[in-house]
């Protein structure tokens, strides 16, 4: 069974930085967009930054400049970089894949637990 498991959440002060990473893991015939959505109780999980498996990257507005994602295709990992944190950067993190695993021939939606980001003096 394919999943992908967050990691590096925690509490940050307004201005620092944290770093996360998510792992797909399973049998995987091919991993093609992956990204960061987060969501605050009360609204819709929104995208955070995306990547594709070239490396086409694309960005919220509310973090550009702050945030840096990247992948390592052969280690099936994905990353987000978060400078500058906000408290409105306050959220569960969620990681995201799009994947065809073993023995299926379309691809799949398939999200992470979440990992709390939480941005406070």
């Not at 994602?69 to 950067?89: G, W």
Request: hydrophobic residues 35%.
């Amino acid at each position: 069974q394919v999943q992908v498991v967050e990691s590096g959440g925690g509490l940050v002060q307004p201005g620092g930085s944290l770093s996360l990473s998510c792992v797909a893991s399973g049998s995987i015939v091919s991993l093609n967009e992956m990204g960061w959505y987060r969501q605050v109780p009360g609204k819709e999980r929104e995208l955070v930054a995306a990547i594709s498996s070239g490396g086409s990257t694309r960005y919220a507005d509310s973090v550009k400049g702050r945030f840096t994602i990247s992948r390592d295709n052969a280690k099936k990992q994905v990353y987000l970089q978060m400078s500058s944190l906000k408290p409105e950067d306050t959220a569960v993190y969620y990681c995201n894949a799009h994947l065809i695993p073993g023995g299926e021939f379309r691809y799949l939606e398939v999200w992470g637990q979440g990992t709390l980001v939480t941005v406070s003096s």
